[in-house]
């Protein structure tokens, strides 16, 4: 087939070279890594909603950073090391507050023990002691670390909004919780 017709079928052969790249690129790339990082990050997510604080508090590194751009509480926050996300997170998001958070879209770039990763945030909260909604929307820029036990832990977590909102619930008044995992339950004497 003459060059002309070839690239016109194939288009130009750096196609074919950024292919080759790419098949090169992912065999040097740590899979392991990938898919633990990802677990670590699910797990935080899943303790922080569950309010597993245990569990929370080892998806961090000690000398953990946190940077929450929520304007929900005022300014965003800026927490140093993981006793301080911990306790933040145990004394702002105890059982009067339910949440869910979502990440997706993940974006890891692994170098040997260190990584970096982006993530897309959708989360609620719903405060009831103050009749409140907030949805919102980020993406996660986060830096993660391989420990001496070798399980890898986020080192560096925080987002800038993308979009906050909140709604009154004095302003649905339809609006009722049908299930509270942390609710008194009726059935229990002294809850």
């Not at 060059?3 to 098949?23: I, Y």
């Not at 993530?119 to 670390?145: N, P, Q």
């Amino acid at each position: 087939m003459p060059n002309a017709e070839r690239e016109g079928r194939l288009g130009n052969q750096n196609v074919f070279l950024s292919m080759a790249a790419v098949s090169s690129r992912l065999r040097r790339m740590d899979l392991n890594a990938l898919e633990e990082i990802r677990q670590v990050k699910y797990r935080y997510l899943r303790c922080l909603d569950l309010k597993d604080w245990d569990g929370f508090a080892d998806t961090l590194t000690e000398d953990a950073l946190g940077a929450y751009g929520t304007r929900a509480v005022g300014e965003p926050l800026r927490l140093e090391g993981r006793d301080a996300i911990v306790g933040y997170m145990r004394d702002n998001l105890g059982p009067e507050i339910t949440t869910v958070h979502f990440a997706g879209q993940p974006e890891i770039r692994v170098d040997g023990d260190t990584a970096e990763g982006t993530w897309c945030l959708e989360d609620t909260v719903i405060a009831k002691a103050f009749r409140v909604l907030i949805r919102g929307s980020a993406f996660y820029e986060e830096t993660y670390r391989r420990c001496a036990d070798g399980g890898w832990r986020i080192s560096g977590i925080g987002y800038e909004r993308t979009y906050e909102y909140s709604i009154s619930l004095d302003d649905v008044p339809s609006f009722r919780l049908l299930a509270d995992r942390w609710a008194p339950s009726p059935s229990r004497p002294g809850t």
